[in-house]
């Protein structure tokens, strides 16, 4: 069956190179882009295709955790190729002996290379026979076999026993990075009991029907997401939250797969299938974020595959046509340094730490709850210069309590609140939830009819045949209600009520600043980002919140095209925006801003779907957090693009100039890519806090 290459929607190649190999032996390969059933792994090595497959075919992927015998199966050829290359050298230098030379020094020293040179020389046969000559593998086969040709034999043993021991490395980092994101997200447990005609059975999670009840005892993690059916439980919420605090839950609430029932026995209701749950998604959603390429990324990419072919071809240049102008030319001494230059020439350490450490800042960022959808995404935050964000729900708990209410004296104040109650019960918004706890229980003997939603004003209703008005003054100015009142002096949230074309009075309602908003806007501006608030609520309010926090500039009564006409203004002066909201009612906003940010995406499978960045526990000093981690992300990926072209350069010019011997080209090769990685993996480690 003919091979065909595999290219991302960027062009880049997914399989016969050494990242595809790297991160299939890790485990990993959709990380590159490789898709399960796509022939994953098919390309480079038997022991890829072996790494890819599904357990069980239940959507659970091989963790690949390396064990100690796992570890030792990893390194064994370069043991065995590192112990003979240490015998023969000292027998070469230090024990010299009469029957080691000619025909069985060449037998030794084979018997050192296969270990470590013969899986990388049938990758780049079957590089050759698929078209793609100019891979890592052939740089490294032509080099040591040239090595082996001029009678180089420990160089050409030392060269690729150094490149084999750098890709096992560069497998396990790879395998470490991937493994941190599954133990934070796939907390799903395999089986579940379920309570079917009242008898308890333990069955596998994948085969739980929507609405089985599951017992969850204590201890034990959900495997699904349902509704709480018992009066009360607290959950451990870190696997999807980042957050150790426990949160309560009460009868009818939403609980998710992964948490954990901390305290008694409960019973949930479960809501969506397995597959489908909301772990589910986000995991999927970061095990993909690979595929959104930040641009230095992508050039480092597309540099390398016109590189490695000019290299080649300098490599010859090198070798052959110093004979035109250098009088005691010497083949063997110009092939030396020729493949000195291949060696060199490796891209490994691009190639490998670069995509390694955006997923290490995807990575650190899951841990901390904050759910990054690509690595260009870290870019943008690295360089972001406004933050926009709204109020209610980002910046204030979006937990309303009714104020005051104020009902002229020819209405019934309880005919009025029970009105009002019934229309905002088929509004979602925060602000019905408040009037709803204020005023209590629906009257079921009042009939709504023509319900309508007015955006960004409010909701119209026929009662007892007049028509009910609820919303804000602008919701009366559009049908010319007339009112005595200055909506203005009141700072207050206020909810305007008209009735038969008369105005009956309003509720006022306030909402709480979150407790860490005042330490966000602080870390933003520390960190040269400016602040702007912008919110359909009204502008009183709106003033008052950014005067409490310190908001640069912040603008209130904004329907959804004022807030865009807002953010046009700001990126009209060249700066980039990151836009926070709910990534559902903004979505043109989002949409406009260079990268949308949603707080709380537990509560919304749209936002999940809309937003680039989700903030899962709605605490505003993720923000900052999250473009901490963007700074740094991009900090360590130009360190090691700096490192790796400084070396290289340097040693590159030495080897042409017959100063730098193979084992200086080991080092710029395979050492500058291991420091590259290491430096990569240490963002898993750093704390954002």
């Known amino acids: 069956m003919e091979h065909k290459?595999?290219?991302?929607?960027?062009?880049?190649?997914?399989?016969?190179?050494?990242?595809?190999?790297?991160?299939?032996?890790?485990?990993?390969?959709?990380?590159?882009?490789?898709?399960?059933g796509k022939d994953t792994g098919s390309c480079c090595t038997h022991d890829a295709a072996a790494h890819s497959h599904d357990d069980d075919h239940d959507g659970h992927d091989h963790s690949h955790d390396f064990t100690d015998g796992s570890y030792l199966k990893l390194f064994m050829p370069a043991i065995i190729s590192l112990v003979l290359l240490l015998v023969a050298l000292g027998i070469d230098n230090y024990f010299p002996q009469d029957w080691f030379s000619g025909g069985v020094r060449l037998f030794w020293y084979s018997v050192a290379y296969l270990p470590v040179g013969l899986p990388v020389l049938?990758?780049?046969?079957?590089?050759?026979?698929?078209?793609?000559?100019?891979?890592?593998?052939?740089?490294?086969?032509?080099?040591?076999?040239?090595?082996?040709?001029?009678?180089?034999?420990?160089?050409?043993v030392a060269v690729m026993l150094f490149y084999a021991v750098g890709e096992s490395f560069q497998t396990l980092a790879v395998s470490r990075a991937k493994s941190n994101i599954k133990a934070l997200l796939d907390q799903?447990?395999?089986?579940?009991?379920?309570?079917?005609?009242?008898?308890?059975?333990?069955?596998?999670?994948?085969?739980?029907?929507?609405?089985?009840?599951?017992?969850?005892?204590?201890?034990?993690?959900?495997?699904?997401?349902?509704?709480?059916?018992?009066?009360?439980?607290?959950?451990?919420?870190?696997?999807?939250?980042g957050e150790s605090k426990p949160d309560t839950k009460y009868a009818g609430e939403v609980v998710l797969a992964g948490m954990i029932n901390l305290n008694t026995l409960v019973n949930v209701q479960i809501t969506t299938a397995y597959a489908d749950s909301k772990l589910s998604k986000i995991?999927?959603?970061?095990?993909?974020?690979?595929?959104?390429?930040?641009?230095?990324?992508?050039?480092?990419?597309?540099?390398?595959?016109?590189?490695?072919?000019?290299?080649?071809?300098?490599?010859?240049?090198?070798?052959?046509?110093?004979?035109?102008?250098?009088?005691?030319y010497q083949?063997?001494?110009?092939?030396?340094?020729?493949?000195?230059?291949?060696?060199?020439?490796?891209?490994?350490?691009?190639?490998?730490?670069?995509?390694?450490?955006?997923?290490?800042?995807?990575?650190?960022a899951s841990r901390n709850g904050i759910l990054i959808k690509g690595s260009n995404f870290l870019d943008i935050l690295a360089d972001i210069e406004n933050v926009v964000m709204d109020k209610t729900g980002t910046m204030t708990e979006g937990v309303f309590e009714v104020q005051d209410v104020v009902i002229a004296n020819e209405f019934d104040r309880q005919e009025m609140l029970a009105m009002v109650n019934i229309l905002e019960s088929k509004s979602?918004?925060?602000?019905?939830?408040?009037?709803?706890?204020?005023?209590?229980?629906?009257d079921h003997n009042l009939v709504l009819e023509d319900v309508e939603e007015i955006a960004g004003h409010g909701l119209k209703a026929t009662v007892k045949g007049k028509e009910l008005l609820v919303g804000n003054f602008r919701l009366m100015d559009k049908f010319a209600i007339q009112?005595?009142?200055?909506?203005?002096?009141?700072?207050?949230?206020?909810?305007?009520?008209?009735?038969?074309?008369?105005?009956?009075?309003?509720?006022?309602?306030?909402?709480?600043?979150?407790?860490?908003?005042?330490?966000?806007?602080?870390?933003?501006?520390?960190?040269?980002?400016?602040?702007?608030?912008?919110?359909?609520?009204?502008?009183?309010?709106?003033?008052?919140?950014?005067?409490?926090?310190?908001?640069?500039?912040?603008?209130?009564?904004?329907?959804?095209?004022?807030?865009?006409?807002?953010?046009?203004?700001?990126k009209a002066k060249g700066e980039s925006v990151a836009f926070v909201g709910d990534g559902v009612n903004d979505a043109p906003v989002v949409a406009l801003s260079d990268v949308g940010i949603a707080m709380g995406g537990l509560g919304s499978d749209a936002t999940?779907?809309?937003?680039?960045?989700?903030?899962?526990?709605?605490?505003?000093?993720?923000?900052?957090?999250?473009?901490?981690?963007?700074?740094?992300?991009?900090?360590?990926?130009?360190?090691?693009?700096?490192?790796?072209?400084?070396?290289?350069?340097?040693?590159?010019?030495?080897?042409a100039g017959g100063l730098a011997t193979m084992w200086e080209a080991v080092f710029a090769d395979v050492g500058v890519a291991l420091i590259a990685i290491l430096n990569a993996v240490r963002i898993q480690r750093s704390k954002f806090d």
């Open 608 to 655: 999940i779907e809309t937003a680039d960045i989700v903030i899962q526990d709605d605490k505003p000093s993720k923000i900052p957090m999250a473009i901490r981690i963007g700074k740094k992300t991009k900090r360590i990926v130009w360190q090691n693009i700096t490192l790796a072209f400084v070396v290289k350069g340097i040693v590159l010019i030495l080897g």
């Open 283 to 328: 995991l999927e959603m970061v095990q993909q974020a690979s595929s959104k390429k930040a641009p230095t990324e992508l050039f480092i990419s597309k540099f390398a595959k016109i590189y490695t072919p000019i290299v080649v071809f300098l490599a010859i240049g090198i070798a052959l046509l110093p004979a035109l102008f250098v009088s005691d």
């Open 428 to 442: 979602s918004h925060p602000v019905a939830t408040a009037i709803h706890k204020y005023v209590g229980d629906l």
């Open 483 to 570: 009112y005595d009142i200055d909506p203005s002096g009141i700072v207050f949230t206020v909810i305007a009520i008209a009735y038969g074309g008369q105005f009956v009075g309003y509720i006022t309602i306030a909402d709480r600043i979150k407790e860490d908003a005042l330490e966000t806007i602080q870390q933003l501006h520390n960190s040269g980002v400016k602040a702007t608030m912008l919110s359909g609520d009204k502008s009183s309010v709106v003033q008052y919140v950014a005067k409490e926090l310190g908001i640069d500039s912040a603008f209130g009564d904004l329907l959804p095209e004022d807030k865009v006409k807002r953010v046009e203004e700001i």
């Open 331 to 364: 083949f063997v001494t110009w092939l030396y340094r020729a493949l000195i230059f291949l060696v060199i020439s490796c891209p490994c350490a691009l190639v490998i730490s670069i995509p390694l450490g955006y997923f290490g800042g995807i990575g650190a």
């Open 122 to 156: 049938k990758d780049a046969a079957k590089g050759i026979g698929r078209g793609n000559f100019f891979s890592e593998f052939f740089l490294m086969g032509i080099a040591t076999l040239g090595a082996f040709a001029i009678g180089e034999y420990p160089e050409g």
């Open 188 to 241: 799903r447990p395999d089986e579940a009991t379920v309570i079917r005609d009242n008898v308890a059975s333990l069955i596998k999670a994948k085969d739980v029907r929507i609405n089985d009840v599951v017992q969850l005892k204590p201890g034990e993690k959900l495997g699904l997401d349902g509704v709480l059916l018992s009066d009360q439980a607290v959950f451990n919420t870190a696997a999807l939250t």
């Open 5 to 36: 290459h595999r290219y991302d929607e960027m062009g880049r190649q997914l399989c016969c190179t050494q990242t595809q190999k790297i991160y299939d032996n890790a485990g990993a390969s959709e990380l590159v882009g490789s898709k399960k």
